[in-house]
């Protein structure tokens, strides 16, 4: 079969997914029919709880499943019919840490650089490059089971860009890891992309690292894409955000409904600006109108003369939409945390 059989639609994105399902016997679709288009550089955030079909996508994106219906291409190749090309053009930093406890950081990096096959001379100066990178200079010579959790993560994602993979596979990084070391990996994904021009594929169960770091959103449920978009976006379907005003003396109420001249309402000592609802219900949601920004509220009360106790500005939350879109809040990795040994609690595979 020749190439222009099996390369992607479209122009040149990075990963392109259709009608793609994974159905195990005598079990349910773990991933059914699902569309996927990620553009060159983009970094895509794929949310969904535990059992949604999340790491089930990315193993048969990366070849380590096979297809049971539908068609995939990453870096133009076909995941079906040309699986040591895509293996070629991509990296993979799956759920577990795959690291020998008795390996150093330097010794991963030489065993890793010559299966990847770079040239003898070049070895030691990219593994250090790479350490470097992921902020291990200083634990290089130490052995892998003295690592926390976050550094066994950052020594596994410099494994997995040995090879200058332009695409990245990144199966839930950060579960269980501390916030420092979260963010310190959140970074480095961000300058992949921003620097490197690096496309990474993101699965996650924290939706702050989705709305962080993610061009786009996908959310799967029940094995099937149940919003895509923007995270900006998603938020704006839910609602825009509601200005929420105290003034310092209660009997200013109505000098504030006056001053922000639009749709208002009083609850709990404060007024509402931008709401729509009924204020007896005893619960307020709303939305600042695109044209009036938290700016232009902030100068019309002053120019009122107005003293304000509390100014404060209530948005949508990625939480809000999967829970709109999924009918249940995202459960999970929030709760997790490093044991005492810096263990993070993951499952599933690993693939360089």
Not at 259 to 272: F, K, M, P, Q, S
């Amino acid at each position: 079969m020749s190439i222009q059989e099996t390369t992607a639609p479209g122009n040149g994105a990075a990963i392109v997914a259709e009608g793609l399902v994974k159905e195990f016997k005598n079990g349910p679709r773990a991933v059914d029919g699902i569309d996927l288009r990620v553009e060159t550089g983009e970094i895509y955030g794929f949310l969904g709880p535990n059992g949604a079909g999340k790491s089930t996508a990315v193993l048969m994106l990366t070849t380590l499943l096979p297809v049971t219906e539908g068609r995939a291409w990453v870096g133009g190749f076909d995941v079906s019919r040309q699986g040591a090309q895509v293996r070629a053009s991509i990296g993979a930093a799956l759920q577990e840490a795959a690291l020998d406890p008795n390996l150093t950081a330097r010794e991963h990096m030489r065993l890793q650089t010559t299966l990847q096959g770079v040239p003898k001379t070049d070895r030691r100066r990219l593994g250090d490059e790479l350490i470097e990178r992921v902020g291990l200079s200083d634990a290089a010579d130490r052995k892998a089971g003295t690592y926390s959790g976050g550094m066994r993560r950052r020594l596994d994602l410099a494994l997995s860009l040995v090879h200058g993979p332009s695409i990245l596979f990144l199966d839930e990084p950060t579960t269980g890891l501390d916030p420092q070391s979260r963010s310190a990996l959140w970074e480095e994904v961000a300058r992949l992309a921003r620097e490197d021009g690096t496309t990474i594929f993101l699965t996650t169960q924290y939706l702050e690292e989705a709305d962080e770091l993610a061009d786009r959103v996908g959310i799967i449920d029940d094995g099937k894409i149940v919003a895509e978009g923007t995270p900006a976006a998603l938020k704006s379907e839910i609602g825009l955000p509601t200005v929420e005003v105290t003034p310092e003396r209660a009997e200013d109420r109505a000098r504030v409904i006056e001053a922000l001249r639009g749709d208002c309402e009083i609850g709990d000592g404060a007024v509402h600006y931008g709401v729509s609802g009924d204020a007896n219900t005893g619960t307020v949601s709303g939305r600042l109108r695109a044209t009036r920004g938290l700016a232009d509220v902030v100068r019309a009360l002053d120019a009122a003369g107005l003293a304000v106790a509390n100014l404060s500005v209530n948005a949508p939350t990625l939480d809000d939409v999967f829970l709109a879109k999924t009918g249940r809040k995202l459960e999970g990795a929030g709760d997790q945390t490093e044991d005492e040994h810096g263990h993070g609690h993951g499952h599933e595979g690993h693939s360089h």
